[in-house]
């Protein structure tokens, strides 16, 4: 159901307006909308940008939360300071990535800087 929907709307949204522009479209149906799903659901790109996105939103949590709410002294032995530090590297070892790499790197994702 999800993929006839997605295939009808990217009829709609996508392929009708760029045919409207002289814009040659390829028709994609509800199977071809779940194969190209897929494909990005597995392209490591992809899930290291969503990584990313994810760790730095709890990264600026952590970072908000190190100072204590009574007196805000920081102290550099507390857990909070600890975790942040291993959330830190572990986002600067994501933008490290080699994904070029990885299984099921494809160089013709859209996501990947050319």
Excluded: W
């Excluded at 799903?37 to 939103?57: A, D, Y």
């Excluded at 952590?62 to 032995?77: A, G, I, N, T, Y």
């Excluded at 291993?86 to 990947?112: E, G, P, S």
Aim: with cysteine.
């Amino acid at each position: 159901m999800l993929y006839e929907q997605l295939a009808k709307m990217f009829e709609s949204q996508v392929r009708a307006p760029r045919q409207a522009q002289g814009i040659p479209c390829p028709a994609l149906g509800p199977a071809d909308i779940k194969e190209h799903l897929l494909e990005h659901t597995l392209e490591p790109s992809v899930m290291i940008s969503e990584e990313i996105r994810f760790l730095k939103s709890v990264v600026a949590t952590m970072k908000d939360r190190v100072f204590s709410r009574e007196d805000d002294v920081l102290d550099v032995k507390d857990k909070r300071v600890e975790a942040y530090i291993k959330a830190q590297k572990q986002l600067v070892a994501l933008y490290n990535t080699k994904v070029t790499t990885m299984n099921f790197h494809d160089a013709k994702c859209a996501v990947v800087k050319r």
